[in-house]
C-alpha cells in the first residue's frame, strides 16, 4: 500500500486521477483505518488530504461559512462562529464516537464513508449545504444529498475528492438541530436521525424549512414534504404533527441489527418533531 | 455517600476495614502491567485459529496442504491432533466441565457445532502469514440443520447436536436421544399442599437473552514447549492451576510438566475459568518447536467464548391475603450452547432462596443450541431465574397493595431458614438489606412525572475450596505474600489488609504476588466470589503459622519456654510470669536474626476452605420511561449488600457497583443477534451494548456487615450477588412507571416502544 500526503489539491487530484488503481481519501481515518485493520477495503493508494490548507480551514466567505473537508469535530465545537450560524451541524458533528474520535473525525469522511447512518449527513442535507469537489476538470459544487448515492456508494468521478462545504447565507431568526437516537447515549450508531433548519419572518412564520432522516433509507433523505408542512406556520403542534407524519411516510428503512423497520419508521417522526422544536426554540431566541 | 464501617468481627481491627491503595494499582495506570498478550518471546510465532462458518455441520474431511506450504507457515493442527477423551466431568468455577466436550470446544471433531467453533489453527511467523493460511485449509463441510432456542432445542423434530445424547436425571431413561442433557429437581415440603393454602396465585413464563461477560481484554496466551516434553504458559486466566489441568490432560502431559503463569488480568467476571486458545498454542508450540501466541479478536471472543445461557423461565407463586408465600414453582430451561453444562443447577438452588418458605419446587432442564458454549457469569443461572421469581414476588405486593420491601421482609429468609437445595442458613443478612432499603432515603425521594421505581433482592451462595497461600519474611522484615487466585477484583489488597491484620503490621510493608503453579499447592480458580474468603483464609493461616515460628524463635533468643511468649501489634514479648523480662523483638528483628537464630521464616497453609457465607442483595433502582422512543434511562440506583466484613470496602462498593452495571446492560440493550444461518450479527462492542459511562448514574452503595462466623475476620464473598437482582429491579420500575410488565430482556427501545403502541391500539379498540 502506497501513502501519498499531498500539500496542493492539484497535487490530490493527479495522484487521485492517477491511472492506477483508485485510491482512497485519508482525512481523520476515523472509519477508514478500521475498515483497513477489519480487512474490508485493501487500497493500493491512501492520499492523506490533511497537509492541503483548504482542507483544514474554518473561513466565512461574505457572510457564507465555509468548512475544510478535514476540519475536526472538536475544532468545529471550539468555533464560536460555526456554532453560531449553524448550531445543528456543529452537535452533529460533536456526536460522532468519542472524545478520542472527535480529534480526528470530519465533516468530509463522515459524507465520503457514505453510510445512511452518518450523523452530519442530516443536518448538512438540512443545512442545504454544498460540497465543493475538486477533480481534472476543476472546481465543482454538489448539494450533499447528491454525493451519496447508495451504501458505500458516491457520484464522485475518478480523481475527484471533497475539499471544502460551503454553507448558504443564513438570514434572521433562523437555526438548526439534529436529533439522533441510539440505546446508548454515545459510542454508537445512530438508528435513526434527523436534521432541521428553519428559518422565521418577522412575524415568527416559518418562511423556509428543511427536514433530512438518516438510517431510514439507502441514503440521507431530503424530506420536502415534511419541510413544507411547517412553512407558512407558526410550527404549532398541529404544523408539527404534519411535519412528523411526513417525515415518517417518507421512510423506507430496511430491518436491521440496529433497528426494525416499524421502530424507525415511527421514531423519525418523533425525532423530527424534537428537532425541529430545539430549532424553532435556537431562531426565536436568536431574534 | 457510601455508608460503611470497619469489619469488627473479633472486636477492633486495624487493618481489615481500611481503604489503602491498591497494590497493583500504579503498575495498571502506567502502563507496566502485563496482560494476556504483553509478553514476547524469542522465535515465537503467531497461532491463528480457523473457524466454522456454519452453526452446524459435519466435518467430511480438512485438506491444509496448500497451507503448510505457504511460506512462514511452521505447523497446522486439526481434530487429528488431539487424542479423544472419555466422558469426565471436572469443577470449573462453580460448573462442571466434560473433558470429552473440552477436547471438541478447543477443536471441533466429528461436527462443527456453532458458529466460530475451531476447525484448524496455524503458527505461522507473522500475523498476515497466518491469516492468508488460514484461507488455504480446505475443509469439506456437510451443513445441517441447526437450532438456536431453547425451547426449539427441546422439541421431538429438533435437529440434534449429539446424535447419542440421552437425557440424564430422569426415571426411566429415555430410550430415545435429545438436546436435553439433563433434568434436575430440587423439592422442599409439597407445593400442591403450598398452593392450597395460598389466596392468590401468579404464574408467568419470563425469558433472558445470552449475554456475554465483556471483559475488556480478550482471550490471550503464550506456550513455549520445550524438546524435553515440558512447558510453560502464560495466559489471562481466572485459575492457572485449572488450566495446568485442562491443558496437561488434553495434551497427555504430567501436570508438574506444564508450568502456567498467569498474567495480570483485564476482566473475567466467570469467563475465564475455561480454555480456549491455551491447549491449542500448546500443541501449536509441540509440532513447531518454537514458542506460539495467540489472541483472540473481539469479534472471535464474542462468537466463540462463553456467554451467560439464555433461559425460558416458567415461575408459580402462591400468597395469601397478608402477605404470606404459601408455596414456589419453577420451570427452568437453560441454554447449555454446543455442549452439555448449563448453570441451570445454581439457577434452581437460587431460584426462592432469598425466601423462607415450607413448600418448593424446581426443575430446571439443561439444553444444548448451536452457540458457543456457556460459561460462568458472575452468579451464573442464578439472575436470570431469581429474575423471574423477584417479577412475580412483585406483581403479588402490588396485587394486595403492600409495600414490596415489607412484602420480602415478611418473608425473608434468615438464620434457620432451609434452603431448598439442602443447607439450614447460619447467619445471614437479607433482613438487614431489606430494613436498611426501608430506611434509605432513596426508597422514599419523591418521583417525577413518568418515572418509576423498583426494588428487588438477590442471592448467591459463594464457594470456597482448596487454596494454598505462603508469606516469605524478607531479611529487612518485609513480606512477599504468595497466592494462587489471580486479582480480578482487587484481592491483592484485600489478601495484604487480612496478612497485615494477623501479623499486626503495616500492610505497606507486605507486597502480593500472584504466584505460578509451580510456586504454591493446586489452588483452586478465582470464581464462586471465593477469593477474599478462602485465599483470605489462607493467609491468616500462614500467618498463623508465621506467629508460631516467630514465636519460637523469640523464645530461643530470650532462652525461655515458647509458650511464655506472645504475638502481639507486630512484635513477639514475654509473657506470664517472664512478662517485662526482656525487650520485644519486632519482626524486624527477628528477620535480621533470622540466619543465626535457625534459618529464614516461610509461612505456609494449605487449606480447603469451607463455609462461605452467602451473600444477599437488596437494589432499588428509579428510572425514567421515554414514551415515544422506549428508551428506558436509569435515573437512580442504590445497591445494598452484606459483605460479611469489609476488607477494603472501596472493592466492596466497586463489586457493588460493578454487578449492578452489567445488570444494567443485561436488562436493557445485551443480545445476541443471529441471521437465519446461525451466524451471529453482533460480534463486536458496537452492537453488542454493554452500558457505557454516560449510560449509567453513580451507583450508590450500602455496605452491610453480617459477619461470616467461620471466617476469622467474618468475610462473604461479594462479587457476585450484585449482579442478580437488576433484571428484576428494573422491570419493576418500569412497570412502577408504565403501568406494563416485561417479561423477556432486554428491554430495549424497540420492544418498549412495540409494547407501548400495542397497549395504545388496545385501548383505542
Not at chain 1, 241 to 254: D, E, G, T, Y
Not at chain 2, 166 to 177: F, L, N, Y
Amino acid at each position: 500500500m502506497r501513502y501519498e500526503a499531498p500539500e496542493t489539491i492539484e497535487g490530490a487530484v493527479k495522484l487521485l486521477a492517477g491511472g492506477g488503481p483508485r485510491g482512497r481519501v485519508l482525512a481523520g481515518g476515523t472509519d477508514l483505518l478500521v475498515q483497513l485493520r477489519a480487512s474490508m477495503i485493501a487500497p493500493e493508494l491512501v492520499v492523506d488530504i490533511k497537509r492541503i490548507d483548504e482542507t483544514r480551514e474554518i473561513r466565512e466567505e461574505g457572510g457564507r461559512l465555509v468548512i475544510g473537508a478535514a476540519v475536526t469535530g472538536a475544532e468545529l465545537g471550539e468555533h464560536a462562529a460555526a456554532k453560531a450560524m449553524w448550531p445543528g451541524v456543529v452537535e452533529s458533528a460533536e456526536l460522532i464516537g468519542s472524545t478520542q474520535i472527535q480529534g480526528r473525525a470530519s465533516l468530509a469522511g463522515n459524507l465520503c464513508n457514505a453510510s445512511p447512518a452518518a450523523d452530519t449527513v442530516p443536518a448538512l442535507v438540512a443545512a442545504a449545504a454544498q460540497c465543493r469537489i475538486a477533480g481534472p476538470g476543476g472546481v465543482r459544487r454538489l448539494p450533499v444529498e447528491e454525493v451519496c448515492t447508495g451504501p458505500g456508494q458516491l457520484s464522485l468521478d475518478d480523481g475527484e475528492f471533497v475539499v471544502a462545504f460551503e454553507f448558504p447565507e443564513r438570514p434572521p431568526h433562523s437555526a438548526d438541530a439534529y436529533l439522533r437516537f441510539i440505546p446508548r447515549t454515545e459510542m454508537d450508531i445512530a438508528v435513526v436521525g434527523a436534521g432541521v433548519s428553519l428559518s422565521f419572518d418577522d412575524s415568527g412564520r416559518c418562511a423556509a424549512a428543511r427536514v433530512a432522516l438518516g438510517a431510514v433509507a439507502p441514503t440521507v433523505i431530503l424530506v420536502e414534504e415534511a419541510g413544507r408542512a411547517l412553512v407558512g406556520t407558526e410550527c404549532d403542534d398541529a404544523a408539527l404533527q404534519n411535519m412528523a407524519a411526513a417525515a415518517s411516510a417518507a421512510c423506507r428503512p430496511i430491518d436491521d441489527k440496529r433497528g426494525t423497520v416499524e421502530y424507525r419508521t415511527k421514531v423519525a417522526g418523533v425525532l423530527a418533531t424534537r428537532a425541529a422544536k430545539i430549532a424553532a426554540q435556537r431562531a426565536k431566541g436568536a431574534r | 455517600m457510601a455508608a460503611t464501617s470497619n469489619g469488627k468481627a473479633n472486636g477492633a481491627t486495624r487493618w481489615i476495614g481500611t481503604r489503602p491503595v491498591r497494590p497493583d494499582g500504579v503498575d495498571k495506570v502506567t502502563g507496566r502491567a502485563r496482560f494476556g498478550a504483553d509478553v514476547h518471546l524469542p522465535n515465537m510465532l503467531v497461532g491463528k485459529v480457523l473457524r466454522s462458518p456454519h452453526a452446524h455441520a459435519r466435518i467430511r474431511s480438512i485438506d491444509a496442504s496448500a497451507a503448510l506450504a505457504l511460506p512462514g507457515v511452521k505447523t497446522v493442527i486439526t481434530r487429528d491432533d488431539f487424542n479423544d477423551l472419555s466422558s469426565e466431568f471436572v469443577p470449573a468455577g462453580e460448573m462442571l466441565v466434560n473433558y470429552r466436550d473440552v477436547v471438541r470446544n478447543v477443536m471441533a471433531r466429528e461436527k462443527a457445532l456453532f458458529e466460530g467453533h475451531p476447525v484448524a489453527a496455524v503458527a505461522a511467523v507473522s500475523e498476515k502469514v497466518a491469516r492468508e493460511a488460514l484461507a488455504l485449509i480446505d475443509v469439506d463441510y456437510e451443513v445441517l440443520p441447526h437450532v438456536l432456542d431453547v425451547v426449539d432445542a427441546m422439541a421431538p423434530d429438533a435437529p440434534l447436536l449429539h446424535e447419542d445424547m440421552i437425557t440424564a436425571g430422569v426415571e426411566p431413561a429415555p430410550t430415545k436421544p435429545s438436546n436435553i442433557a439433563k433434568v434436575v429437581e430440587f423439592k422442599l415440603g409439597d407445593v400442591a399442599e403450598g398452593f392450597a393454602e395460598a389466596d392468590i396465585v401468579i404464574e408467568r413464563e419470563f425469558s433472558t437473552q445470552p449475554v456475554h461477560q465483556g471483559y475488556i481484554e480478550p482471550h490471550s496466551c503464550i506456550a513455549n514447549y520445550s524438546e524435553d516434553g515440558q512447558a510453560e504458559l502464560w495466559c489471562t486466566t481466572q485459575g492457572h492451576f485449572v488450566v495446568r489441568g485442562h491443558c496437561a490432560k488434553l495434551l497427555g502431559m504430567d501436570v508438574s510438566k506444564l508450568r502456567v503463569t498467569a498474567s495480570e488480568i483485564g476482566g473475567g467476571f466467570g469467563g475465564k475459568t475455561v480454555v480456549y486458545l491455551e491447549p491449542v498454542a500448546l500443541m501449536l508450540s509441540r509440532k513447531s518447536g518454537q514458542p506460539v501466541k495467540m489472541t483472540m479478536s473481539r469479534e472471535e471472543v464474542f462468537r466463540a467464548s462463553g456467554p451467560a445461557a439464555g433461559t425460558r423461565v416458567w415461575v408459580k407463586i402462591g400468597m395469601t391475603n397478608e402477605g404470606r408465600i404459601t408455596a414456589g414453582e419453577a420451570v427452568l430451561k437453560y441454554q447449555a450452547g454446543a455442549f452439555q453444562g448449563s448453570p441451570v443447577q445454581p439457577g434452581c438452588m437460587c431460584a426462592f432462596a432469598p425466601y423462607d418458605l415450607d413448600h418448593v419446587k424446581v426443575v430446571g432442564y439443561d439444553v444444548l443450541v448451536n452457540r458457543p458454549k456457556v460459561a460462568a457469569y458472575r452468579a451464573p443461572g442464578a439472575p436470570q431465574s431469581e429474575f423471574a421469581v423477584e417479577s412475580v414476588v412483585d406483581e403479588l405486593a402490588k396485587r394486595i397493595g403492600m409495600d414490596p420491601v415489607e412484602l420480602r421482609l415478611k418473608n425473608a429468609a434468615k438464620q434457620g431458614t432451609k434452603a431448598a437445595y439442602g443447607p439450614t442458613f447460619g447467619p445471614v443478612g437479607l433482613v438487614e438489606t431489606l430494613e436498611e432499603a426501608k430506611a434509605h432515603e432513596h426508597y422514599r425521594a419523591p418521583l417525577k412525572q413518568g418515572q418509576g421505581r423498583g426494588v428487588a433482592s438477590g442471592f448467591w451462595f459463594n464457594i470456597g475450596g482448596e487454596t494454598c497461600a505462603t508469606l516469605n519474611l524478607g531479611e529487612d522484615g518485609t513480606i512477599a505474600l504468595v497466592a494462587g487466585t489471580p486479582d480480578i477484583g482487587g484481592s491483592r489488597a484485600s489478601l495484604c489488609l487480612q496478612a497485615a491484620e494477623t501479623l499486626g503490621v503495616d500492610v505497606e510493608r507486605i507486597r502480593p504476588l500472584i504466584g505460578d503453579t509451580s510456586t504454591l499447592g493446586y489452588t483452586f480458580l478465582t470464581g464462586g466470589s471465593r477469593t477474599a474468603f478462602a485465599s483470605g483464609m489462607a493467609v491468616v493461616e500462614a500467618g498463623k503459622d508465621m506467629i508460631r515460628q516467630l514465636c519460637e524463635r523469640a523464645a530461643k533468643v530470650w532462652d525461655i519456654p515458647v509458650d511464655a511468649v506472645e504475638w502481639a501489634d507486630g512484635e513477639a514479648r514475654p509473657a506470664g510470669s517472664n512478662a517485662g523480662e526482656f525487650d520485644p523483638l519486632s519482626l524486624a528483628d527477628l528477620a535480621r536474626l533470622a540466619g543465626k537464630t535457625g534459618g529464614p521464616f516461610v509461612g505456609r497453609a494449605q487449606i480447603n476452605a469451607q463455609g462461605a457465607g452467602p451473600s444477599f442483595g437488596t437494589h432499588i433502582v428509579d428510572v425514567d420511561v421515554d414514551r415515544e422512543t422506549g428508551r428506558v434511562t436509569i435515573e437512580r440506583y442504590t445497591v445494598i449488600q452484606d459483605a460479611g466484613t469489609a476488607v477494603h470496602p472501596s472493592y466492596v462498593e466497586g463489586q457493588l457497583q460493578g454487578g449492578a452495571v452489567q445488570g444494567i446492560g443485561w436488562a436493557l440493550n445485551e443480545e445476541y443477534i443471529y441471521d437465519d444461518k446461525g451466524r451471529l450479527q453482533n460480534p463486536g462492542f458496537l452492537d453488542y451494548r454493554i452500558p457505557v459511562c454516560s449510560d449509567v448514574p453513580m451507583i450508590d452503595t450500602v455496605i452491610v456487615e453480617v459477619p461470616n462466623p467461620t471466617h476469622p475476620y467474618g468475610v462473604r464473598g461479594v462479587g457476585e450477588t450484585p449482579i442478580v437482582p437488576p433484571m428484576a429491579a428494573i422491570a419493576n420500575a418500569v412497570e412502577d412507571a408504565l403501568g406494563m410488565r416485561f417479561m423477556d430482556l432486554p428491554m430495549s427501545p424497540p420492544r418498549v416502544l412495540k409494547a407501548l403502541e400495542d397497549a395504545r391500539i388496545a385501548e383505542a379498540a
